[in-house]
C-alpha cells in the first residue's frame, strides 16, 4: 500500500534517485520512490565510467563484474588529438566501466529491501503553502490505474534528471536555478557494439599503442568541447563507442559522431545496447534546496562538465542529503536542508564549478587550437589525471616544471589559457565560503562573487 504522507518522495529512480532512497530510508525515513518510467527502465542505459572513489565517499559499494565491465586488468587511457595524434597515456584508467542498468537495478534493490515504495507515475502538478511558499504535496499521473494520487510529504527530492520537474515548478528555485541554455547542453551518446572482425579491432588498437580494454580517446574531433572514446573488450568481441558534442555550437551531436564512426569502421557488427540524452553542464546552483525540497544529481547540475559526468556526484549529493535529514524531526525544513547544501557545495562546488570554466574555455576553442594546447605540454599528466578523477589538482614540483616548460615554448597559448587557469583556482576556493546559514544576504552576496568570478 502506498503512503501518502510519507517523510520523503523521491521523484526519479535513475541513480541519484534510487541512491537518495536507499539511503534515506536505511536511516529510518518512510520513503516513496516514484518514476514516469517502469523502475527496470529508470535512470541511464549505457556504460559509464566512474571513478572508484567517488563510490566510496558516497557509501555505494564499487560495482563487481557483470555490473563492472573491463574487470579484467588495469588498463590505460590513451588520449589523442583529433588528427590521431596520440599526445598521452594516463597508464591506470582512473575510471571504472559501469553497466549503468544494473548499478540502477542494485541500488533500487537496495532501497526496496530497506522499505522503499515504488511507484510508476509522473509529476503533473505540485501543491504549495500559500505563506511560507514550502512544497506540501505532488499529484502524480499513475501509469498503470491512469489515475491520480498526491503524496503529502514533508521532504520531496528532485531526482529526476535534466527534466528537472521540481526544479522548474518551484518558484524560489526555478527563480534561483536558470535552466540550462542550449550552449550548455551536451548530447552524448554510447554504444555497445559486437566486433565481427577481431583482427580490424586489433590493427585499430596498434595503430593507437593501445591493448584491449584500453580507452582510445579523441579529444576535439568536431570542435573544442567534443570527444570520441572507444573501448575494445579485453576478449575482442565487443567494442564500446560513446561521443558527446554541444550542437548548439553548430557541430555534430554525440549521436551523430558516433553514427559516422560506426559507418566508416568496417570490423563493428551489431548494435547491442546504449543510448543518447542530454547533459545539463552549466556551474552547480548554489541553491539546491527550498522550504520542503531538495536537488539531486543531474536536476542540481552536479556534473563534472569537463566530460559530463555526472553519476558519482549524484551519488554522493545523495549520500550528504540523505545524511543531513535523517535524525531531524523535520527533513523538510530550511535550515535542516542547508546543512545538505553546505557540506556538499563547500566540498565539492568548487571543482564542479572549475570544471565548468574550463569546459567554456574549450567551447571557444577551434579543433585545431584544442590540438595545439593538447600537443603543447601545458596539461600536463598529472592535470589530466586529476580532470579524469574528478579530483582538485595538486601541483607537485615536477607537474609545475612540466607547465613550465610548455609555456616557455608555447608562450602566446600560455597567456590565453592563464586567465581562464587563475579564474578557475579562484573559483575552487570561493566556494570553501559558502555560507553556513541560510541567510539571504549572505547568500545573494556568495552569488554575486561566483557571477564576478564566473565572468568570461
Ligand atoms: C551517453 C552518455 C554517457 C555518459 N557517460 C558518463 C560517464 O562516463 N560518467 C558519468 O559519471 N556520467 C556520464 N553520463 C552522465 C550520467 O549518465 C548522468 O549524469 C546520470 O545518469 C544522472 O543521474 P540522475 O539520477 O541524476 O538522472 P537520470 O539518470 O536522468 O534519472 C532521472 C529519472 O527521473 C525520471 N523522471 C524525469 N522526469 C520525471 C517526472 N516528471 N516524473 C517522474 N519521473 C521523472 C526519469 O525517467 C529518470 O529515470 C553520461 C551521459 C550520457 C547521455
Not at 17 to 29: K, P
Not at 398 to 420: D, E, F, K, W
Request: charged share 15%; net charge neutral; proline share 7%.
Amino acid at each position: 500500500m502506498t503512503i501518502q504522507s510519507p517523510d520523503v518522495l523521491v521523484i526519479g529512480a535513475g541513480t541519484a534517485g534510487a541512491a537518495a532512497a536507499a539511503r534515506l530510508a536505511e536511516g529510518g525515513c518512510s520513503v516513496v520512490l516514484a518514476d514516469r518510467r517502469p523502475a527496470a527502465m529508470a535512470g541511464a542505459r549505457w556504460i559509464n565510467a566512474v571513478p572508484g572513489w567517488l563510490f566510496d565517499k558516497a557509501a555505494v559499494a564499487r560495482p563487481a563484474p557483470p555490473e563492472r565491465v573491463r574487470a579484467g586488468n588495469t588498463h590505460a587511457s590513451v588520449l589523442t588529438d583529433n588528427q590521431g595524434r596520440f599526445f598521452s597515456v594516463v597508464a591506470s584508467d582512473p575510471g571504472l566501466h559501469v553497466d549503468m542498468v544494473l548499478l540502477t537495478q542494485r541500488l533500487q534493490q537496495r532501497a526496496m529491501d530497506a522499505g522503499v515504495t515504488f511507484l510508476q507515475g509522473r509529476v503533473a502538478d505540485i501543491d504549495l503553502d500559500p505563506q511560507s511558499e514550502r512544497l506540501e504535496g505532488v499529484t502524480l499521473a499513475l501509469a498503470k490505474t491512469h489515475t491520480a494520487t498526491t503524496i503529502r510529504p514533508r521532504l520531496t527530492v528532485d531526482a529526476s534528471g535534466a527534466a528537472a520537474t521540481l526544479r522548474r515548478r518551484v518558484p524560489a528555485l526555478a527563480d534561483a536555478c536558470p535552466t540550462p541554455t542550449p550552449t550548455d547542453i551536451c548530447l552524448a551518446a554510447q554504444y555497445q557494439h559486437r566486433i565481427t572482425d577481431p583482427a580490424g579491432a586489433q590493427d585499430f588498437l596498434a595503430a593507437h599503442k593501445a591493448s584491449p580494454g584500453d580507452n582510445v580517446t579523441r579529444m576535439g574531433p568536431v570542435g573544442g568541447y567534443s570527444i570520441l572514446m572507444i573501448n575494445v573488450s579485453e576478449d575482442l568481441t565487443e567494442v564500446g563507442v560513446l561521443s558527446g558534442s554541444i550542437p548548439a555550437d553548430g557541430v555534430p551531436s554525440g549521436q551523430a559522431i558516433v553514427d559516422r564512426f560506426c559507418a566508416q569502421t568496417p570490423w563493428l557488427g551489431q548494435r547491442l545496447a546504449g543510448g543518447q540524452a542530454p547533459i545539463p553542464l552549466g556551474q552547480p546552483y548554489t541553491h539546491i534546496t527550498a522550504e520542503g525540497v531538495a536537488l539531486v544529481g543531474n536536476a542540481a547540475n552536479h556534473v563534472y562538465a569537463l566530460h559530463g559526468s555526472g553519476v558519482g556526484m549524484g551519488l554522493i549529493a545523495a549520500r550528504v542529503l540523505a545524511d543531513a535529514v535523517t535524525s531531524a524531526r523535520d527533513p523538510g525544513d530550511a535550515h535542516t536542508l542547508h546543512h545538505y547544501a553546505h557540506r556538499f557545495l563547500r566540498t565539492y562546488g568548487g571543482r564542479l564549478a572549475g570544471s565548468d570554466l574550463f569546459r567554456r574555455y574549450s567551447q571557444t576553442q577551434t579543433r585545431d587550437e584544442i590540438s595545439s594546447l593538447l600537443n603543447s605540454g601545458l596539461l600536463g599528466g598529472p592535470m589530466l589525471t586529476a580532470g579524469l578523477l574528478q579530483t582538485p589538482f595538486d601541483a607537485d614540483l615536477q607537474s609545475l616544471i612540466t607547465v613550465a616548460a610548455g609555456a616557455l615554448r608555447h608562450p602566446r597559448l600560455a597567456l590565453g589559457l592563464a586567465p581562464t587557469a587563475a579564474r578557475i583556482l579562484r573559483l575552487q576556493a570561493a566556494f570553501t565560503d559558502y555560507p553556513a546559514h541560510p541567510d539571504p544576504r549572505a547568500l545573494d552576496a556568495f552569488d554575486t562573487r561566483l557571477a564576478r568570478l564566473r565572468r568570461f
